[in-house]
């Protein structure tokens, strides 16, 4: 069993922009209560164990404790609708962990696994926004933070699960009701990353 993943990352969050669970590497409290979050690859190349997943999307929607390292998460599995079968068997079993990779590594933090959804995934970047549709539930657009003369402002050597380095943004018009969970990732922290993951 093996997978080969290139493509692009994108999150939107609940807590203030910078997420304070991202730069201290999940052991600093969110900015509330509860940190609730939508984050999701889309997969620009590659296959998981001989199936081509290129052009599809997959992801997690999670609500979890202020300090994430503390585990207790309730997690919810988003996949894409457009996939077929053999696809949809290979994310489905990708994103549970049976693979390896990023998803077997946050198994120990969850708690409570609380649905799966499929549905249309689309996922595009536009002039520094990154734009996520998931069904009629998740309408998200990250746009990057940007530094005069200087392009997009970027969080390095962080020890985040799916990239070192990443690109800091903020929610425009985002809201997020997707499993039960549901909140405003408008002025809220996002963040977006290439990644390419092999095993």
Known sequence: MSF?????????????????????????????????????????????????????????????????????????????????????????????????????????????????VVEAIEFRDEDGQHILRIGSGVNVTVADVTSPGLGAAQLANVGHPVNTTLTIGEGVGSHISLLGIEYSGTGKAGFSAPFSWAA
């Open 4 to 116: 080969r993943l290139e493509g692009t990352y994108v999150e939107n969050c609940n807590c203030d922009v910078i997420c304070p669970c991202t730069w201290s590497s999940l052991a600093r409290a969110a900015t509330n209560d509860r940190c609730m979050v939508v984050l999701v690859m889309h997969v620009e190349r590659g296959d998981i164990d001989g199936v081509d997943v290129s052009g599809l999307s997959m992801g997690f929607i999670a609500d979890t404790p202020p300090v994430m390292s503390e585990g207790g998460w309730r997690l919810g599995v988003v996949l894409d609708g457009a996939a077929d079968p053999a696809q949809l068997d290979r994310m489905r079993r990708f994103m549970g962990g049976e693979f390896g990779g990023v998803p077997a590594a946050l198994g120990p933090l969850v708690g409570e696994m609380i649905g799966e």
